[in-house]
């Protein structure tokens, strides 16, 4: 649908005969007055004493015609697209993900390949991602220290491209997992909808960095009533070839599920284990049912500003008729 958003500017067209009707020519050009553009043009047209003047009835035309492209361009036309639906549900949803040494440990599996627990991971989280259409989504990562990858926001698609992207050691080779509770905490204290608030935190070791302990993070959780589920990531036996053959390994026995467990209990969340990658698809859609996205949808009507095309018209014209005066001087 056309439309003009500032359809009063409209009003303005017969400005410039007003000014003429109304006001009389300047005859000292010395004196202070109100300046008409194409003040000349109409003179000639209108004027009948000096019959020695040539008339040029087509420069008039052309103002007239670039002055209504000017006001055309104030009125600010625009083009309203059809109404658009998008989901709203209010929920801010942040993600930690564990990048320490530990995460390389290739125990998990995709499409019947050996991966890393972080490649397991990145398929997984990033699939949750694109299903909370309507969720603020926000992703840190933590190693040895803890930092803000992308803030709260809709944008799905560069939330899941900045977890794909991490690597690890990216963060350290550690593991602050208080840091990364503590971070999560500053980034939402000041969010108004409480119950909506989420940390959804993956991790496959024990808190061996930073400067908050877990306690004090979930402290502050509770504080502000942060909600957190906790993903314990690893396999419980893994075979591995050494010099006496192949051994039986348990490459999660540096896994603190009780320290896991105590940060989902107080925070009212809740902790999941996961040995395998069908176990992590599993949680995360346990979280999306313990977490559903609302139904709410607002409505909106996307416009496309046209103001730049009768502007560029009556730029033009304005310099036609001003090349067509130097030439007839």
Same mark, same amino acid.
């Given at each position: 649908m056309f439309e003009f958003a500032w359809l009063w500017a409209l009003l303005l067209l017969p400005l410039p005969w007003l000014a003429r009707r109304f006001f009389a020519p300047i005859q000292n050009q010395q004196e202070q007055g109100l300046y008409i553009p194409f003040a000349d043009e109409l003179r000639m047209v209108h004027s009948s004493s000096d019959k020695n003047t040539p008339k040029r009835p087509w420069l008039l035309y052309l103002a007239s015609l670039a002055w209504i492209c000017l006001i055309l361009a104030v009125a600010r036309p625009q083009w309203m697209g059809?109404? +658009?639906e998008v989901s709203r549900s209010g929920r801010d949803v942040m993600l930690a993900v564990d990048l320490s040494g530990s995460m390389q440990i290739q125990d998990f599996s995709l499409?019947?390949? /050996? +991966?890393? %627990?972080? %490649? #397991? =991971? !990145?398929k997984v989280a990033g699939e949750f991602i694109q299903r909370r259409k309507g969720d603020r989504l926000g992703l840190i990562l933590f190693g040895t220290q803890a930092?803000? /990858?992308a803030p709260l926001s809709f944008d799905r698609v560069t939330i899941n491209r900045f977890l794909q992207e @991490? @690597? *690890?050691g990216l963060a &350290? !080779? $550690? =593991? #602050? *997992? &208080?840091? #990364? *509770? &503590?971070? @999560? +905490? !500053? %980034?939402? $204290?000041d969010k108004k909808n409480i119950s909506q608030m989420v940390l959804i935190l993956l991790t496959d070791g024990v808190n061996t960095a930073g400067v908050l302990s877990p306690e004090e993070g979930v402290a502050l959780a509770k504080k502000i009533g942060l909600r957190i589920y906790t993903i314990g990531i690893g396999a419980s036996q893994m075979q591995v070839e050494s010099f006496f053959g192949t051994q039986v390994i348990n490459p999660s026995k540096d896994l603190d599920e009780s320290m896991l467990k105590a940060i989902a209990k107080q925070t009212g969340g809740q902790y999941f284990r996961a040995h395998d990658t069908k176990e992590l698809e599993k949680i995360y859609a346990q979280i999306d049912k313990l977490e559903p996205v609302d139904s709410d949808k607002e409505t909106f009507r996307p416009i496309q500003a046209l103001f730049m095309y009768p502007l560029g018209a009556a730029m033009m014209l304005a310099c036609l008729i001003l090349l067509l005066r130097l030439r007839s001087v």
């Open positions: 059809d109404p +658009v499409s019947s390949h /050996q +991966v890393s %627990r972080l %490649r #397991a =991971t !990145k930092y803000l /990858q @991490a @690597a *690890i &350290g !080779k $550690k =593991t #602050a *997992i &208080g840091d #990364a *509770i &503590g971070l @999560a +905490v !500053k %980034r939402l $204290k």
